[in-house]
């Protein structure tokens, strides 16, 4: 057993080894992959047309693999909280470098919170990749991960949902035409010990209900990634442009979540609950930048936006990551007179900028607070008596970088409220 972190000579052994091992397997199951096709050849004097895709040239090889590789795991983590939990403090973070200072783990555990949610970017295993269909840069940074006693104190104290983004996925902006994404599914799968539902079906997205009624808390996390088309890109110019590479595109053949994932999510809003958070890992709201965001696929956010609308009457907060950069974004949710609330947090470890610099280059109607552009993670405050949720940044003191509270509907009782400033409070929920 592995005892210690991995220095950088291990570090450098593991991966010419993988290499080693991942290229003998691959030309052996490439081979065999080949085949079969060379054998059908005669099919294509009758126009026969066979439909396949990198998956189905790679099952001989990854058969091969599992058996000469083990898979990372993470540390024992404590259960989920049971379903009839009330959750009162949820906490929220993205983008954490495994090989970075892994200080924001203590900060998080400070608060207390009920449930954490890591909502993508858990590790950079994209980094570094040489291309092979092992992913073995991808499977190194979960070794990391599995070795980070940080983590290993927080799993043993505080619950965690998960989901990923486009880093942890394992390839940067990537979506459904990653050839390895069943590959690096499984590998995610593996590590974070996903429930049997998540396991029996393509993709990571999963849905958890807290509590009884009248305190019943929804989360659902989605997959922004597996399922995902090609975003359209600017055409070339000579200059980068300053805040992103992509366009809206308007063809209906794209997708964000994919027609399964959209199937589920619409029976999972219309389940009864009184409070839902709804997790992307990538923006909701905003229209102010070019990278990745839901705004790239216009279409699909509107139709996300619809079947908001239709839900089983609840309050909904969404939270975001992704960005390196954090804000409580807020604008109507179209076709009704609600108010959308948007956490988005991110960065733990993994900071470009400064809060003053990120806030003047992406100046953006929507956002209530600056862009917190500093190492921060998110709390989501819940007063079931208020019927009142605090959003909150906190940064990498645990002091509060920002706060916005929302009411989601009429108080049941005369407590005392938990925002600071309660009569500002916006409304949202029907």
Not at 183 to 207: C, H, L, M, N, Q
Not at 324 to 345: F, I, K, N, R, W
Request: aromatic fraction near 10%; hydrophobic fraction near 40%; include cysteine.
């Amino acid at each position: 057993m592995m005892k210690g972190r991995l220095d950088a000579d291990d570090h450098h052994a593991i991966r010419h080894r993988q290499t080693d091992v991942s290229k003998g397997l691959f030309m052996r199951s490439l081979f065999a992959a080949a085949l079969p096709l060379v054998l059908a050849a005669p099919l294509a004097a009758q126009d026969t047309t066979v439909h396949a895709g990198p998956g189905d040239f790679l099952q001989g090889y990854y058969s091969q693999l599992r058996q000469q590789v083990a898979l990372p795991t993470a540390p024992i983590g404590v259960p989920l909280p049971s379903t009839a939990a009330t959750l009162t403090r949820i906490a929220v973070g993205s983008c954490n470098h495994q090989s970075r200072s892994q200080h924001m783990w203590a900060q998080i555990a400070a608060t207390n919170p009920d449930l954490f949610l890591f909502i993508g970017d858990n590790n950079y295993g994209d980094q570094n990749w040489s291309g092979d269909a092992s992913l073995a840069s991808l499977r190194e940074a979960y070794a990391v991960m599995a070795d980070t006693p940080e983590l290993a104190a927080f799993r043993a104290r505080v619950p965690m949902m998960v989901t990923w983004d486009d880093h942890d996925f394992g390839f940067n902006d990537g979506g459904a035409a990653f050839a390895f994404r069943e590959w690096s599914e499984e590998i995610y799968e593996t590590f974070w010990d996903a429930s049997p539902e998540v396991k029996a079906r393509p993709g990571v997205y999963e849905s958890r209900m807290f509590g009884s009624d009248g305190r019943r808390t929804q989360i659902i996390m989605l997959d922004t990634r597996f399922f995902r088309s090609d975003l359209q890109r600017m055409e070339y110019q000579d200059e980068r442009a300053p805040l992103g590479p992509y366009v809206q595109s308007d063809d209906p053949a794209k997708t964000m979540l994919g027609e399964a994932q959209w199937q589920w999510l619409e029976q999972e809003l219309a389940k009864p609950a009184d409070l839902r958070i709804l997790v992307s890992s990538i923006q909701v709201l905003t229209d102010a930048h070019d990278y990745e965001s839901w705004e790239a696929l216009p279409l699909e956010r509107q139709k996300l936006y619809s079947l908001l609308a239709d839900r089983e009457e609840s309050g909904l907060v969404i939270l975001s990551g992704d960005r390196h950069a954090g804000g409580v974004y807020s604008a109507m949710l179209p076709g009704t007179d609600e108010t959308l609330l948007e956490l988005t947090s991110s960065s733990l470890n993994y900071s470009f900028s400064s809060t003053a610099s990120n806030t003047a280059r992406e100046p953006d109607p929507l956002r209530l607070t600056d862009f917190i552009s500093e190492e921060n993670f998110g709390l989501v405050e819940i007063d079931w008596n208020a019927r009142a949720v605090t959003l909150q940044l906190r940064g990498n003191q645990g002091e509060v970088r920002a706060s916005e509270a929302v009411f989601w509907a009429p108080p049941i009782s005369d407590g005392p409220l938990i925002m600071e400033e309660q009569p500002a409070a916006a409304s949202v929920g029907r």
